[in-house]
């Protein structure tokens, strides 16, 4: 039997792009969700699991997330895979603005419940233990605290080299993945281990941004991150720019990626 022309109709709305409305919805949540994996295993599992478990659980966040909602938005999650992605052409500009909002509400708000789950533990200290923010110097993973004495920990060129070179190499895998010429099926695999490798990296250096929305969710509750948050914000937004420079210089051209 021949389809109706009502169902035909049914079918071809089917097929329509989703809203802005949906992929705004769609990065709020994303980002939400890679706040809560990726910084409630560091503040509320970090002890138990160490460095590499809260590297994988930012990665797994992330690869899950590209197979979730990456049919609808993208899965950018990353104010710096947004530049990325707007300097090669595959949002606008007003797209990538509401992606932006979306991506800093959605990691506030993973921020806050984090915060809440985490006060309701009777030994934690919100000045001593803070709440996985990033940082440099006295506030660098790699501090360290002996009798009377205080070493700070890798100081702002690191934190800057490695915001810059590893969100590059974020991006870049990204755009990369995701290209035609790829085995996109695939995509969320690589850039999942990609963000743990990152992690693997850079977590004892600055405890690892490479995504402003992840830093600004944290870090107002926590002594003295605020001062250091613009690194956190800059840089990986550079680091973005030069990935998608990479990629357009190495796949010869700037399209044909799925966004």
């Known amino acids: 039997m021949s389809p109706t022309a009502q169902e035909v109709a049914e079918d071809l709305t089917d ?18 969700v890679l706040v809560l994996g990726g ?19 930012f990665g797994l966040t992330l690869l899950f997330l590209v197979y979730a909602i990456g049919p609808i938005s993208g899965c950018h999650v990353n104010p710096a895979v947004t530049v990325g992605q707007l300097l090669l052409g595959r949002v ?23 915060y809440a789950i985490a006060k309701n533990l009777p ?28 070493t700070n920990g890798y100081g702002l060129a690191a934190a800057i080299t490695v915001e810059v070179i590893l969100t590059a190499l974020l991006v870049f895998v990204v755009l990369a ?17 990609t963000l743990t490798v990152i992690h693997l990296i850079s977590i004892p250096v600055d405890n690892t941004s490479v995504n402003p929305a ?37 796949f010869g051209r700037s399209r044909n990626v799925l966004s």
Request: no cysteine.
């Open 177 to 193: 993945s995701t290209d035609q010429l790829s085995d996109v099926p695939l995509a969320g695999l690589s850039i999942g281990l």
């Open 123 to 150: 030994s934690y200290d919100r000045a001593k233990d803070g709440l996985g923010a990033n940082g440099w110097g006295e506030h660098s993973p790699s501090k360290l605290v002996l009798g009377d004495v205080t």
């Open 39 to 57: 910084v409630g295993t560091a503040v509320l599992a970090g002890s138990r699991v160490g460095a590499l478990g809260v590297a994988l659980a």
């Open 15 to 32: 097929l329509q792009p989703p809203t802005l409305g949906r992929k705004l919805f769609a990065e709020a949540l994303g980002t939400f």
């Open 92 to 114: 606008n500009i007003v797209v990538a603005v509401g992606y932006w909002v979306a991506q800093i509400v959605g990691g506030l708000i993973g921020g806050a419940v984090i």
């Open 214 to 250: 992840r830093s600004l969710a944290v870090a107002f509750y926590q002594d003295g991150a605020p001062a250091q948050l613009w690194v956190f914000i800059v840089f990986p937004l550079i680091g973005g720019a030069l990935g998608a420079l990479v990629y357009a210089l190495m």
